[in-house]
């Protein structure tokens, strides 16, 4: 795609969508003139204009306007509503791409009557375009419209496309769900280093970049994550010590458990969501 050629459309100015405005405009994938975010909040919109040159409106609808791709970013809660909005109102050759978890590609299709339809899953170090998004495409999208969809979740940082809309669903729970995981971890590691003596501070900062470390260490290895375990637990040493205390607490049960719940949750919103657009399809 011609760089700084891409018309976008974002519903929901919020928190994510911002990280999706900040990274095509540093991706030079658009002129910031040319994305449009809607936001009910003058105050916002005016925030939105000063901070990044975009052309923010007040109503979900003028958003779609002259937008190739237009992004739905809005919370769960106000997904209902705002299909209702759209209902209708989209050109056959723009691409939806949605945000908002737990939203089935049957539920975007129906609720918009409309059948270019991308479903995404980004995670929360996409503000910083650190993130890992896994999206599925509608069989009506096109390779232009799945190109157009691609160009802005790469804005978030790493992008995966899958054949199978149930893999989207799947990374809900774990690489979308993950952060909150992650600093659970980080906030328990960080209380035990307190207890130990240190101060919170230097708790905090030991355990931040330990996780940093590590995780780019596991990224450029070629080693399993055991392999790399075992490499660094010495027979009776400190880290076997504290790894049997982790096995003997279910620490792999206990996570699987939460993936689960949280893919579990996942299903139930799709459902409840498909089941609601059955209701009012009009």
């Not at 723009?94 to 945000?99: A, D, E, K, L, R």
């Not at 979308?176 to 960080?190: C, D, K, N, S």
Request: with cysteine.
């Amino acid at each position: 795609m011609t760089r700084r050629t891409m018309r976008v459309g974002i519903v929901g100015a919020g928190v994510m969508a911002e990280a999706i405005i900040s990274g095509l405009i540093a991706d030079r994938a658009v002129q910031a003139a040319q994305l449009t975010a809607s936001h009910p909040r003058r105050e916002r919109r005016d925030l939105l204009a000063e901070r990044h040159g975009i052309h923010p409106v007040a109503t979900n609808r003028e958003a779609l306007a002259d937008a190739q791709v237009v992004v739905i970013a809005v919370k769960p809660q106000m997904l209902g509503r705002v299909m209702r909005e759209l209902r209708g109102r989209l050109d056959a050759d723009q691409v939806v791409v949605s945000i908002v978890a737990g939203a089935t590609i049957r539920t975007l299709v129906d609720g918009l009557q409309h059948a270019a339809v991308v479903r995404a899953m980004p995670n929360t170090p996409s503000q910083i375009r650190r993130g890992i998004t896994v999206w599925s495409a509608s069989e009506a999208c096109s390779a232009a419209q799945r190109d157009l969809a691609r160009g802005v979740l790469r804005a978030l940082g790493e992008e995966r496309q899958v054949g199978d809309e149930a893999f989207v669903a799947m990374a809900t729970a774990l690489s979308g769900t993950g952060p909150t995981y992650l600093f659970a971890v980080m906030e328990a590691l960080i209380d035990a280093g307190v207890h130990l003596g240190f101060p919170r501070e230097l708790a905090h900062d030991l355990v931040v970049d330990t996780l940093i470390g590590s995780a780019e260490f596991a990224r450029q290895s070629d080693l399993h994550p055991a392999q790399l375990r075992n490499a660094v637990t010495s027979p009776g040493g400190t880290s076997a010590a504290a790894i049997y205390e982790l096995e003997k607490g279910r620490i792999r049960t206990v996570f699987s458990d939460a993936v689960w719940a949280a893919y579990r949750r996942t299903l139930e919103r799709g459902a409840a969501w498909e089941a609601e657009v059955a209701r009012d399809p009009s």
